[in-house]
């Protein structure tokens, strides 16, 4: 692998653990976070049982896609663009980069809308990774060669 393209992997892989991070904030978090609790003006222990269970819930459905994610970003990543095809340099951005960009829209709603103040910072230093790793492995693709024999 050359200098380019291990950067290009290590700028990747360090995206993918963002997502996982966030994933597993979301799945393992035992109750709202303090910018969720911020933005809908109550404490945690103020919400009825009902209210607290629609809320780990939803932030459960939410790290269940983000993990699936990253799940996705992490075999993309390890397997075929680690033997350098070019489809996969493609699939990584593509994948990773909305996934993160709704982080972000998401956050940004509740920064609006509300008090509550979710950093954004993990969305967007993936989303500059994720645009690094797509550039630095410019050229480094081993391009399949069509198969030519006959039957």
């Known amino acids: 692998m050359t200098t380019k393209l291990k ?9 993918t653990t963002i997502v996982t991070l966030l994933a597993l904030i979301y799945l393992f978090t035992p109750q709202l976070l303090p910018y969720q609790q911020a933005a809908i003006g109550t404490d945690w222990s103020d919400l009825t049982l009902g209210q607290q269970i629609q809320f780990l819930s939803l ?13 996705s970003l992490n075999v993309l990543l390890w397997i075929p663009f680690r033997r ?11 994948i990773g980069i909305p996934a993160l960009l709704i982080v972000n829209y998401a ?3 509740i920064i609006r809308n ?13 989303v500059m990774l994720l ?10 693709s081993r ?3 069509p198969n030519t024999s006959s039957h």
């Open 107 to 109: 956050g940004l709603t």
């Open 7 to 15: 950067l290009a992997f290590g700028c990747n892989l360090v995206a």
């Open 131 to 140: 645009i690094a790793g797509f550039a630095l492995s410019a050229g480094n």
């Open 59 to 71: 932030m459960k459905v939410s790290g269940g896609g983000y993990l699936a994610t990253a799940a």
């Open 114 to 126: 509300t008090p509550g103040r979710p950093p954004l910072i993990a969305g967007i230093i993936g």
């Open 84 to 94: 350098r095809e070019a489809w996969a340099r493609w699939a990584i951005p593509a």
């Open 143 to 145: 391009e399949r060669l």
